[in-house]
């Protein structure tokens, strides 16, 4: 079977604050969605992939990802919504509308990556695609927590705290046989932060492996800067 990944790329980026949305945003004269993209078929376990823009930059997109395309991959582009949750619901529904046209269920796994995850190394994402074709339903890229975590209640006082050992900060890609994700976002009423959460929600195990420090989300002027320096020193 084949490996889909849908990456969702229509947030606006407020926090970065760039003027134009996050994707489209330039890391060392690439933007984050092209790096992503990339990231994902450099690592050779990603056939095909389903970029989740916003509305107006859907052609520029296409544009930008037209260079990696290839006989073997099929790359689409398709409009975002409100919340990541709609926009990743849109891109499933373009791969399982590709699905239904070419008759078969050809992909055996499929990945939801952040686009703002742009600098992922191929590891990772290896490590997840065979963690579900070893027969995992949901599967997730993991770091330990660096610092204390506590909770809170409404008015900010502390009501425990979890013990550090048994947390982990979560990343994408995060991967998943088709008919898991497809039932959870069918059954999903609201919006999640991320989509093993929606797996949770029906009762279902999702499992961890080892995530990587370069898999960081740009979120702020501050990773951004950070991620320059580090593809500077990753084309030393
Ligand atoms: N995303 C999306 N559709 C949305 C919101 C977010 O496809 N309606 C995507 C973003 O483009 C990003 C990923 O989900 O690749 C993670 O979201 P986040 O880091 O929060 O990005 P933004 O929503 O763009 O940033 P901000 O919250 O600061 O506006
Ligand atoms: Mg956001």
Do not use: W
């Amino acid at each position: 079977g084949r490996v889909a990944a849908v990456v969702p790329a229509a947030g606006s980026g407020v926090r970065l604050g760039a003027g134009v949305p996050k994707a489209f945003v330039e890391v060392s004269g690439r933007t984050m969605l092209e790096r992503a993209v990339a990231g994902l078929l450099a690592s050779g376990a990603v056939d095909d992939v389903v970029a989740v823009v916003p509305g107006d930059r859907v052609a520029e997109a296409e544009e930008l990802l037209a260079p990696l395309r290839s006989g073997d991959h099929l790359v689409v582009v398709t409009t975002g919504g409100a919340q990541r949750t709609d926009s990743v619901r849109n891109g499933l529904a373009v791969l399982t509308a590709s699905l239904a046209r070419s008759g078969t269920s050809v992909h055996d796994v499929v990945l939801v990556h952040d686009a703002a995850r742009c600098l992922t190394p191929a590891a990772p994402i290896l490590r997840v695609v065979e963690a579900v074709r070893s027969g995992e339903g949901a599967v997730v890229p993991v770091l330990p927590v660096i610092d204390t975590v506590k909770q809170v209640d409404a008015g900010g006082y502390v009501v425990g705290t979890p013990d550090r050992a048994a947390l982990r900060a979560v990343q994408t890609p995060q991967g998943f046989a088709p008919d898991v994700l497809l039932a959870a976002y069918d059954a999903a009423g609201d919006v999640a932060t991320d989509d093993a959460g929606l797996v949770e929600r029906l009762g279902r195990r999702v499992a961890t492996v080892a995530g990587d420090v370069l898999s960081f989300k740009i979120t702020t002027a501050s990773d951004h800067a950070r991620a320059l320096e580090e593809v500077r020193a990753l084309e030393e």
